[in-house]
C-alpha cells in the first residue's frame, strides 16, 4: 500500500513538474515559437523601439501633433490596422511627456531615449516587448514602451506607463481615496438636504387651516342666510293672507256666484311688485 500512494505522489509531481515547464515563459527568444530568431532578434527590436519612439512619436511632437488633432493631420498616414494602434501609443506617450523630462525640444532626441528591453513570447504565442525609457531632465521617470508585433513584423500594440515610485503611487492612491470618500460624503449631504426638505415641501402644498376667526365668519354667513329664508317664506304667508282675506271680503259683499277664489300659491317675479295669477 505504501508503495502504491509513493509511486502516485511521484507520477502527480512528475505531472506537475510537465505542466510547470510547458507553461514557462523564456526571455529575450523567440526559440520553438512561429517567429523567425534571425528576424526577431533583440537588436532588431531593439531598433524597432528607438524607431517607435524617435522616429514617431518625438517627431510628431516637434510637428505639434496632439491625441486632439492626431486624426485631422495623420489619418492618411497609417492604414486601418495601424491606425489605432500608434494613436493609442502616442497618446499614452504624449500624456506621459512631463513626467519622462527633457530639457528642450531642440534636445529631446538626445534627453529621452530606450535603454533597454525585454522581449519574450506569451502564452498565446504573441511576441511581446518591453522597452525602457529614460529621459534627463529635472524629476524624470522612467516608463515602459510595450508593443507587440505580428509575425510581418505589423505592431498590433503600443502603450506607454510611466513608473513611479511606492511613495507616488501611495499618495496617488491616498489623493483616489479621498476623492472617493468626499464625492460619496458630498452625495450623502445631498441625500440628506433633500429629505430634510421634505417637510417643508409638504407644508407648501398642503392646504392652509381655517383660523377661528374664519370658522366664525363662515358661521355667521350661515345663521344669516337661514334667518333671510326664513323671513322670505313669511313674508309670502303673510301676503297669501292679506290677499285671501281681500278676494273674501269683495265675495262676500258682491253677488257674484262660484264656489270662491282660492289662492294656491303666489311667486314674487321682480321688485316692480308684478303678480302672475298662479
Known amino acids: 500500500m505504501k508503495h502504491k500512494i509513493l509511486a502516485l505522489g511521484v507520477t502527480l509531481i512528475c505531472m506537475l513538474s510537465l505542466a510547470a515547464c510547458g507553461n514557462s515563459i ?15 532578434s533583440k537588436d532588431g527590436l531593439m531598433q524597432y523601439a528607438q524607431t517607435i519612439e524617435d522616429s514617431y512619436f518625438e517627431t510628431m511632437y516637434l510637428q505639434g501633433i496632439t491625441p486632439e488633432n492626431f486624426e485631422e493631420q495623420l489619418e492618411d498616414s497609417f492604414d486601418e490596422s495601424t491606425y489605432d494602434v500608434f494613436y493609442a501609443g502616442y497618446k499614452n506617450w504624449y ?59 505589423v505592431p498590433t500594440l503600443i502603450s506607454v506607463n510611466v513608473n513611479h515610485t511606492l511613495g507616488e503611487k501611495l499618495r496617488s492612491a491616498g489623493l483616489n481615496t479621498l476623492l472617493g470618500m468626499g464625492m460619496a460624503f458630498t452625495v450623502l449631504i445631498i441625500i440628506a438636504l433633500v429629505i430634510s426638505a421634505f417637510p417643508l415641501i409638504n407644508k407648501i402644498t398642503e392646504k392652509k387651516p381655517e383660523s377661528a376667526k374664519e370658522i366664525a365668519q363662515k358661521s355667521m354667513d350661515n345663521v344669516t342666510s337661514q334667518i333671510a329664508e326664513k323671513e322670505e317664506l313669511s313674508d309670502d304667508a303673510e301676503l297669501i293672507a292679506v290677499i285671501s282675506a281681500a278676494i273674501a271680503a269683495y265675495e262676500g259683499s258682491s253677488s257674484a256666484g262660484g264656489d270662491g277664489f282660492v289662492v294656491r300659491s303666489v311667486r314674487k317675479v321682480g321688485k316692480a311688485s308684478n303678480w302672475k295669477k298662479a
Open 26 to 40: 523564456q526571455y529575450n527568444t523567440v526559440a520553438g515559437s512561429r517567429y523567425d530568431e534571425n528576424v526577431f
Open 95 to 153: 500624456d506621459a511627456i512631463d513626467e519622462l523630462g527633457f530639457q528642450s525640444k531642440e534636445t529631446i532626441a538626445e534627453d529621452i531615449s530606450v535603454k533597454d528591453l525585454t522581449y519574450y513570447v506569451n502564452k498565446d504565442g504573441e511576441l511581446m516587448v518591453d522597452a525602457t525609457i529614460q529621459g534627463t531632465g529635472s524629476n524624470a521617470h522612467t516608463a515602459v514602451l510595450e508593443y507587440s508585433l505580428d509575425r510581418k513584423g
